[in-house]
């Protein structure tokens, strides 16, 4: 009987011991296949410059086979933070780097604009930079004060922190504030959303994730395309980076000569950014 | 045979443990990170704090708070009717093919992504708002209503599990007494599962109060005094949710002392589960 039990609990024991170990293998074995087979880098960061960093990494790895690149979102100061705990290799930045930051090695690889959107059903096609902080600051409410049909203005916002917020911040408001009332939403994607959907509202996002669901304004009667950036006249614009921690090595020197290639270059271009190309011909 | 069934309890002790540890790992960093900030500033201003501007170091989350209650307030306002309905239904009248259909539906209610209520919400309950009753749609009514829907099973599943605990002669004394259905129902059934059903309550509001993502989606987030249910607004979670991705220095530890607030907060409602739910007992 006693001897009975002893062995039942030894195998019930051998069991679980079992188990326990098959588990940890099925958890740590491809972990450790991932790192020897996979030498892939991590780019993570401003959700406005993942769209192009994702395109590019697909054009990189249908080019080098063996490559592997991630690239994650979070916001441009996380991926600047990624960066410096190594957690990523590259980050992806928005704005321009802090004071505090500096000791960062960063790389503009190119420059984009930021759109002023409204819904389609919006009659108004221009606006005054002046108009745009008015509105933006609260002072203007209504639309019938820019000479569309009578309604409120719905202001559509980024969060703060965002560099696509700062930059607008430091283009268009100036000194001002943006108005506490306006919404915020926080990333590109849902700002466009909620314009798309919104005929009342105002928005701001990047000039390359415009598409046809939202209408740019033209800035003082300055359409936002490629040839007014180029030329100077269309002034929102802001810096694309590519963030290392220390001189870029390796895979991440790679990438990063692959983007600032001409091939990418223009890949950029033709998805609404200003390319380094441009700017240093400039 | 005593020494190893002595380890296996250690072990099992151990892992028990562990799980308290990550509780404790978590409320550690919470207040060490936030709390700082909190005795910068003064509790008070942080507390009662009308503005949030991190931009400008003013670090105010009243109008959060506020948010916060009369979302969970709506919610709660179209949960507790539903819910109790629901549970009533379930207990007393429904059949049992229909109670075994409605079931394992209102857990399924449970089961779906918070970022699928919130997508749901926006492209469908947002536009109804806006059209039929103004404002921007994204609004505390949009997320009260959503958010309704979310504590549902909270609320049924356990004000229908204190109803059942009752002592059957409840019922029949009542009915035997020459009580209706619904006189037994109401006078006396629910008065005696009171306390589980103020728990199942308190537990829903916990979850409306946490809510996250379909927040962040639905409510807006705007961060100013609501003054109608039709405004945006910001709740404390989605605060933290929104800014976090781009969030440094004093901003990055208000969003922790935010959830120091919040924490406290949840930490009331939760003993107060508790304790309501002992006193049935007792």
Redesign the interface.
Known sequence: MKFGNVLGFRIWNLKILVLCLLSFLLIFLPTIGCQREKAGITVAGSTSVQPFAELLAEEYMSRNLQSHIYVQGGGSTAGIEAVRTHAANIGMSSRALLPEEKDLYAVTIAKDAIAIIVNTKNPIQDLSLDHVRLVFSGKIKKWEELGAPPHPIVLVSREEGSGTRESFQKFVMGKEEISLESLVQDSNGAIRQVVSNDPHAIGYISLGLVNEQVKALKVSSIEPTLANIEGGKYTLIRPFLFVFNGEPKGEARSFLEFVLSPPAQELLSKEGLVTTLKLSGK | ?EI?EKVIEKILLLVALSSIAVLALITFFIFEQGLPLIWKIGPKAFILGQ??????GLFGIFPMIVSSFLVTLGALSLGIPLGLACTIFLCEWSPPSVGTVLRPAIQLLAAIPSVIYGFWG?VVL??LV?NYLGG???SILSGSVILGFMILPTIISISEDSLKALPPSYKEGALALGATHWQTIWRVLIPAARSGIVASIILGMGRAIGETMAM??IL?????MPTSFLD?A?TLTTNI?????????A?RQALFATGVILFIIIMLLNSLAIFLSRRRTG
């Open positions: 045979m190893k503005k949030w501007i991190p931009s400008k926006l947002v536009p806006r921007p749609g994204l962040i989606m807006g987030n705007a961060v100013k945006s910001r949710g929104i800014e976090m991705g781009y969030a440094s220095g901003h």
